[in-house]
């Protein structure tokens, strides 16, 4: 399978924790992308990068979470002193170019905060 | 700002009925426009899309009209199937941007045999 894969597919963890996500694209996309999903909402923007950059952040993003995509192939996105609030499904996807607009998405990893 | 509104769900057809899902949206500019669908258990996926005025995405039968005038860009299918039941998500990306895309909150189509 060379979709796009994430892990894990889901962490329960107390509030105050630290948590990291890890997002494998697929191998010949450049363009890595974040998003948190709420139950009955749409996936919300969070950043992405082009290679190892990172070109955009949401203002959901706020200090306490931090993405980093070292290598320009796999990412992670660690969330410290986890809050309830923080629970949700985290997606990453990925593309070759912007051009398209299609992003191929992976499964997500669901976070619940106790 | 930009902004999509879809219609709520859930949807509940039966087999060979005509689907509509109504998605109008908000934006500076002229964005590109796309229908994404996550069938149960797995990712969304990219349904379809118009990257200017009265273009018509298709695929699967599926298909939607970029309306400017309307700022609309409506799904139908004329005769649905079980295996359509999924979440549908009406998305933008704006005018310019090579970023992010904003999507609305989701339509739930029930498909019954």
């Known amino acids: 399978d060379t979709g796009v894969s994430q892990d894990p597919r889901h962490k329960i963890t107390k509030r105050g924790q630290n948590v990291t996500f890890r997002c494998d694209p697929i191998?010949?996309?450049?363009?890595l992308y974040w998003y948190r999903q709420t139950l009955g909402q749409g996936p919300e923007f969070l950043t992405y990068?082009?290679?190892?950059?990172?070109?955009?952040k949401s203002r959901l993003l706020s200090d306490r979470f931090s993405a980093e995509r070292p290598k320009g192939s796999f990412s992670t996105l660690e969330i410290q002193r986890t809050e309830q609030g923080d629970s949700a499904m985290y997606l990453c996807?990925?593309?070759?170019?912007?051009?398209?607009?299609?992003?191929?998405f992976g499964e997500g990893s669901r976070l619940t905060v106790l | 700002g930009n902004s999509v509104t879809q219609m709520e769900g859930p949807v509940t057809l039966s087999e060979e009925a005509f689907l509509t899902i109504n998605c109008t949206y908000t934006?500076?500019?002229?964005?590109?426009l796309f229908w994404y669908v996550q069938y149960p258990g797995e990712g969304l996926q990219l349904l379809l899309k118009?990257?200017?005025?009265?273009d018509k995405g298709s695929n699967k039968g599926f298909e939607a009209t970029y309306r400017k005038e309307t700022t609309s860009f409506h799904l139908e299918k004329g005769s649905v199937q079980v295996s359509d039941s999924a979440v549908y998500f009406c998305?933008?990306?704006?005018?310019?941007?090579?970023?992010?895309?904003?999507f609305g909150k989701g339509t739930k189509l029930s498909v019954k045999p």
């Open positions: 990068f082009q290679n190892e950059a990172q070109l955009e």
């Open positions: 191998s010949e996309h450049n363009r």
């Open positions: 118009a990257t200017k005025a009265d």
């Open positions: 998305a933008l990306r704006p005018g310019g941007s090579q970023g992010n895309l904003i």
């Open positions: 934006a500076t500019g002229y964005p590109s």
């Open positions: 996807a990925s593309s070759r170019t912007a051009e398209t607009g299609e992003l191929f």
